[in-house]
């Protein structure tokens, strides 16, 4: 693998020498972008000893302890109420995982399909009805766990041979209504989420185009929500249910963790479940405002890694078959920053995250039967790509909202509804011109 730097200038100097000599040069040459650093000053080179838990360089000094104080909040252990650590109780009664990193684990993806049939801590489960009603008695997302007690149920999986895996309830603590299923969220990697969280709305709205009004068959729309009082657009998850990274952190410690905060003061009890009034709390909320902010000064500046490139033609090719086969048409390859952003590095860069942050109906094969606010069930945010080469090697990473592909190609063959014909022309390239695409994905 080449380094970085010397890449990068590398393929400057190319680039210029392209300029220089444009009279004689072929229509690629023409062609060939400028590459700027994939995610502005928050890149990092990639070290596989570090894994997906690097900082974006040159932080000021106040700044790195409420981002070390938030990776202590991200990778602790809570505990049920009353803790020895008062700062750390009150987990559940009901949840998920105890801990950010379960889920997360060092900011890249969990195990989730387990070969045995069970279920790794890399998955969780929503339930609702087509229409995004979550179950009456059990809520809008299984906890398989209790403090006290035993959780609300427990899945496994099966392959049914198509290659889309079935997930089972088993001893649930009541059954699941009529016409509400089991939604399967996988753990995304957090790359980058900080520069992700900056993106202007405006931006994400630029690229709708809801009726299709220039008949490319992609007619990508903007989740709109609201979220503390106020009207935004959903960027995180992958139905985009969440607006910002404080959003997302707070439905995380509420949802996944069983942990109230300022935005979410209630434990995920519904009606009909009263563990969560028989238990002690762990504060009001467990997780004070001054918590929730050092988890989100923590996942903002998670850095996002350099290009991993090691044959620069095959790169030009392969970029140029992603654009042409119409991957582009969702997964559009840069956003820019807003430029009031606190920190000096996330402040206006030109990013590479490949996404348009939008929903899209991706056909009835990834359909799992479960609305989430007004996203339908077919309908899934373009997932950015940057840095998902680096999982595919992992042995543990699976891709999709599932996880039923274990390579990026698989991922790419279940594309279906809008993204059908990007994936019929991804089927008709040229052997070797898949193999460019691959490449290109792999070093992004
Ligand atoms: C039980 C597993 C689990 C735990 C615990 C968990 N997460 Fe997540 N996280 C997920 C899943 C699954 C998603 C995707 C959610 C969706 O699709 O709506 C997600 C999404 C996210 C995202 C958005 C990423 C993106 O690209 O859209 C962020 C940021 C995040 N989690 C941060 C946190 C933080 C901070 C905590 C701890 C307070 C946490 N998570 C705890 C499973 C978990
Ligand atoms: C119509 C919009 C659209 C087009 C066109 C499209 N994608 Fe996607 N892509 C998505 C969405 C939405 C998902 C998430 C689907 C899911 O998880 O169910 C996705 C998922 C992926 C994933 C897996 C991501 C992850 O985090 O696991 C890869 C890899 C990918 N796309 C690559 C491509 C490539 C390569 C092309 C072109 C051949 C392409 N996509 C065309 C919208 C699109």
Redesign the pocket.
């Known amino acids: 693998m080449i380094r970085t730097g010397y890449l990068l200038l590398t393929t400057l100097l190319l680039l210029a020498g392209c300029g220089a000599s444009d009279n004689s040069g072929s229509d690629a040459d023409k062609q060939a972008q400028v590459w700027l650093p994939v995610g502005g000053a928050a890149t990092v080179e990639w070290q596989a000893s570090l894994g997906f838990l690097q900082f974006i360089p040159g932080l000021p000094l106040e700044e790195l302890a409420q981002v070390s104080r938030g990776r202590e909040l991200?990778v602790a252990d809570w505990e049920m109420a009353p803790g020895a650590r008062p700062q750390l109780d009150g987990l559940g009664p009901l949840f998920?995982?105890g801990?950010?990193d379960?889920?997360?684990t060092a900011n890249g993806r969990a195990a989730s399909l387990l070969a045995d049939g069970q279920i790794g801590?890399g998955?969780?489960f929503r339930l609702g009805d087509a229409s995004g009603q979550p179950d009456p008695h059990l809520g809008g997302q299984l906890q398989p766990f209790a403090t006290v007690g035993r959780g609300e149920g427990d899945v496994s999986w099966q392959d049914d041979g198509s290659g889309k895996p079935q997930f089972v309830l088993s001893n649930p603590t009541h059954a699941l209504a009529a016409g509400v299923h089991l939604g399967p969220?996988?753990?995304?990697q957090?790359t980058g989420?900080g520069l992700?969280n900056l993106v202007p709305e405006e931006q994400i709205l630029a690229y709708e185009d809801e009726s299709d009004s220039n008949a490319d068959g992609i007619s990508g729309r903007a989740h709109r929500l609201q979220r503390e009082g106020q009207d935004c657009i959903g960027r995180?998850?992958?139905?985009a249910?969440?607006c910002s990274?404080r959003g997302?952190?707070a439905g995380?410690?509420q949802q996944?963790?069983g942990l109230t905060s300022v935005v979410n003061p209630q434990e995920p009890c519904t009606e009909h479940q009263d563990i969560c009034a028989s238990q002690p709390s762990g504060g009001n909320p467990e997780v004070s405002a001054e918590a929730l902010g050092q988890?989100n000064e923590f996942?903002s500046v998670l850095a996002v890694y350099e290009r991993r490139v090691s044959d620069n033609a095959a790169f030009e090719r392969g970029a140029q078959l992603f654009a042409q086969t119409g991957c582009e048409a969702c997964h559009r390859p840069t956003l820019t920053t807003r430029t009031d952003a606190a920190l000096a590095p996330l402040r206006g860069q030109t990013i590479y995250a490949y996404t348009d942050l939008l929903l899209h109906d991706m056909g009835a094969d990834l359909s799992d039967g479960v609305g989430e606010g007004n996203a339908q069930p077919q309908e899934w945010r373009t997932?950015?790509l940057w840095g998902l080469g680096l999982l595919e090697n992992d042995g543990v990473s699976r891709f999709l909202?599932d996880g039923r592909a274990q390579t990026l190609p698989q991922a790419i063959l279940w594309h279906g509804g809008e993204g059908l014909a990007a994936k019929q022309a991804f089927e008709q390239l040229e052997q070797s011109q898949r193999a460019d695409l691959l490449s290109f994905l792999r070093a992004i």
């Open positions: 991200f998920v995982a801990a950010c379960l889920c997360h801590s998955l969780l969220r996988l753990s995304p957090l989420v992700l995180f998850g992958w139905k249910m969440q990274l997302q952190s995380a410690l996944d963790m988890i996942l997932p950015p909202h």
